[in-house]
């Protein structure tokens, strides 16, 4: 069974501090998807990555894919309240499972 | 907005009832994804459609079910429903079929059941 672990479970912090947080798993994915979700809110897509080692660059958020295409991590500089909300990273495979995995999320509040 | 639309956005009923929650995807998108979404379990998902046939399943219970119209609405329905049941059920539309393309979700209709 694939699983995507997300650490730190919660996450509060103050206005213009930087943090990281992890998406790891044991599987290989041949993609992996970063999502935001706010309160009374469905997710919506941060970005998506496909190749192993690659990093994305979106605004303060910067995204890599691990060189094995297992592991995530996201980090965010100068954080500000609007990047309060869950983040959730989701797996995905080619083939006959075309299911996404979902890690149970990273919840980010950033106090002004 | 997303472009999908979902509803009820609130529901509350009591065990063992029956509830069809509703969805219409984004005009273009095929595919059509429900999930189920509480605290403990994060983000499960339910089943997939694609153009009206039924895709992929995941941890769906037997007590639930779903279909695709043809104009590519789709209703979960949830019967013999007990306490833990209870939870954010998220519909999302994409315009692939695999996975990896972005899934646009709705809102979500928050299950009460008391």
């Known amino acids: 069974t694939q699983l995507l672990e997300q650490s730190p479970q919660f996450l509060s912090i103050q206005e213009g501090e930087n943090l990281t947080v992890y998406c790891n798993s044991s599987s290989v994915f041949s993609s992996l998807q970063w999502y935001r979700q706010e309160p009374g809110e469905g997710p919506v897509l941060l970005v998506t990555?496909?190749?192993g080692g690659e990093v994305k660059k979106l605004k303060r958020l910067t995204f890599q894919f691990g060189d094995a295409r297992k592991d995530s991590s996201l980090h965010i500089t100068a954080a500000q309240p609007g990047d309060t909300g869950l983040y959730l990273c989701a797996g995905g495979n080619a083939g006959n499972n075309r299911k996404l995995i979902w890690g149970l999320g990273t919840s980010l509040a950033v106090n002004p | 907005d997303s472009g999908v639309t979902q509803t009820p956005k609130h529901l509350i009923t009591a065990t063992g009832q029956r509830v069809t929650l509703r969805c219409s995807p984004r005009?273009?998108?095929?595919?059509v994804y429900w999930y189920q979404q509480s605290l403990d379990q994060g983000l499960q998902f339910l089943i997939q459609y694609y153009n009206g046939e039924e895709r992929a399943k995941g941890n769906i219970l037997e007590r639930f079910s779903a279909q695709q119209f043809p104009d590519l609405h789709s209703e979960l329905n949830l019967s013999s429903l007990e306490l833990g049941d209870s939870a954010l059920y998220f519909c999302?539309?994409?315009?692939?079929?695999?996975?990896?393309?972005?899934?646009?979700f709705g809102e979500g209709s928050r299950l009460t059941v008391l």
């Open positions: 999302a539309s994409s315009v692939a079929l695999v996975a990896g393309g972005e899934l646009f």
């Open positions: 990555v496909v190749t």
């Open positions: 005009s273009g998108d095929l595919s």
